[in-house]
């Protein structure tokens, strides 16, 4: 069931349809990820192109400009695996949460981001976290549809 989860959500995520991937970069993805398995290529809006594979039982989906240049990976990787600075970063601002999906975002130049899906009583949230614990963005569901909050207060008033 969750590995429909997660397809859904990476599906949902780039809404793409297959694509002819450029020489150029095919050749980049291979050279970052060797060890791929299961590759499938979409086109993404704004001309680049979004791989879905598999590396050691890991689900993985990297994005490519059209030049080749690699300019993100989201991993799936099970709650267990979250880091426990961020695991506390979670549970001090809502007490209650339940961390159902968490999404580790690589990007070059950059620290890692961490989106957490978590809900608390009736509420679900997805939390952008950088590496170090830092709340970077808050989306909450509201009828179906996710809203940005601001992330600036660091007072516990969400944990209602």
């Given at each position: 069931m969750r590995t429909i989860i997660i397809l859904a959500?990476?599906?949902?995520?780039?809404?793409?349809?297959?694509?002819?991937?450029?020489?150029t970069v095919e050749k980049n993805f291979k050279s970052k990820y060797p060890t791929a398995t299961d590759v499938e290529w979409y086109d993404e809006e704004g001309g680049?192109?979004?791989?879905?594979?598999?590396?050691?039982?890991?689900?993985?989906?990297?994005?490519?400009?059209?030049?080749g240049s690699w300019s993100e990976t989201k991993t799936f990787i099970d709650e267990t695996q979250l880091p426990n600075l961020l695991k506390k970063a979670v549970t001090t601002k809502y007490a209650h949460?339940?961390?159902?999906?968490?999404?580790?975002?690589?990007?070059?130049?950059?620290?890692?981001?961490?989106?957490?899906?978590?809900?608390?009583?009736?509420?679900?949230?997805?939390?952008?976290?950088?590496e170090k614990g830092q709340l970077l963005k808050t989306l909450v569901e509201v009828n179906d549809d996710l809203e940005d909050v601001d992330t600036s207060d660091d007072s516990d008033d969400e944990d209602e």
């Open positions: 959500f990476v599906l949902m995520q780039f809404g793409a349809m297959a694509a002819d991937v450029p020489p680049s192109y979004a791989a879905y594979f598999m590396v050691n039982d890991q689900s993985k989906t990297a994005k490519f400009e059209a030049n949460a339940e961390i159902s999906t968490v999404t580790m975002i690589e990007m070059p130049n950059a620290p890692n981001q961490f989106e957490i899906n978590a809900s608390v009583n009736e509420t679900s949230y997805l939390l952008t976290y950088d």
